[in-house]
């Protein structure tokens, strides 16, 4: 069956206007045999749909997805742009963007994308896609070398992690307290990890320590916790205070780390 938005645009569809209607149901027919996992039939009705309707997002919108999936990141790429020309406000296509140019290694590309995705007003009220495209905008900032805007991103991070912990909870995208807790906790070591690139070396041993305090106590990792004592070594190290630089690396050293570097 046709969804419903989709029948009633037929309906109302004047009757001269054929090359909308068959636009449509090309539309409509894409959608069904993507539904039933068939996606290279659905590819070429959706770009039929495309192509007799230029001015249209819809046919679109699911072709990034599914030139994705077949391995077609240069059309889910060009899709995926002409998307946002017709709709900049498609934070999702965005998202979806910003992912494909990132595994394209296209790093200041990608945070590009994901700076404005994360702007966009269709963001607002759904604090666990807000949440996914800033840490993905995290990471491009990171391998991008952007340590300005990874601190700005981390920081707006959490401070939704604070303000909206019940919505998060109730979005199903965290299962438990526990699974945002350790969210939040490697959340707290990325800022240390770019407060450390722009020495901020102060800055960067609190994020650190309160990242290990919440890897320890509240996530029980206890592993994880001890890890964070590299990172406070490299950062007391850079700050000049050895003796607690020392101190750290004694403490990871302790938890009998598997890699030679310390």
Not at 12 to 36: F, I, K, Q
Not at 158 to 186: I, K, N, Q, Y
Not at 189 to 197: P, Q, T
Request: charged share 25%; proline share 5%; with cysteine.
């Amino acid at each position: 069956m046709f969804p419903a938005f989709l029948a009633l645009t037929l309906a109302l569809a004047p009757v001269d206007d054929e090359a909308r209607r068959d636009a449509l149901a090309r539309y409509g027919l894409g959608l069904l045999r993507d539904a039933t996992e068939r996606p290279a039939s659905a590819v070429g009705h959706l770009e039929a749909a495309a192509a007799a309707d230029p001015t249209s997002v819809e046919p679109l919108k699911p072709l990034v997805k599914l030139y994705a999936e077949l391995g077609r990141d240069a059309a889910a790429i060009r899709t995926a742009r002409k998307v946002l020309e017709l709709d900049p406000a498609d934070a999702d296509v965005g998202h979806a963007l910003g992912k494909l140019l990132y595994d394209g290694k296209k790093f200041a590309d990608a945070a590009a994308v994901f700076g404005k995705a994360v702007e966009s007003p269709r963001v607002a009220g759904r604090p666990a896609v807000r949440l996914g495209i800033l840490r993905d905008l995290l990471r491009a900032a990171m391998a991008a070398r952007d340590f300005a805007t990874a601190e700005t991103t981390a920081r707006n991070a959490l401070a939704l992690v604070a303000g909206e912990r019940a919505a998060l909870l109730r979005s199903g995208t965290f299962p438990t307290a526990t699974h945002l807790d350790r969210e939040e906790a490697t959340l707290r070591e990325r800022l240390g990890d770019a407060l450390v690139a722009r020495q901020k070396y102060a800055e960067a041993v609190v994020a650190y320590g309160e990242a290990a305090k919440l890897f320890r106590d509240a996530v029980e990792d206890r592993r994880a916790a001890a890890r964070l004592n590299w990172n406070l070594s490299g950062a007391f190290e850079a700050k000049g205070d050895f003796d607690n630089a020392l101190a750290c690396l004694d403490r990871f050293l302790a938890a009998g780390p598997s890699n030679v570097a310390p």
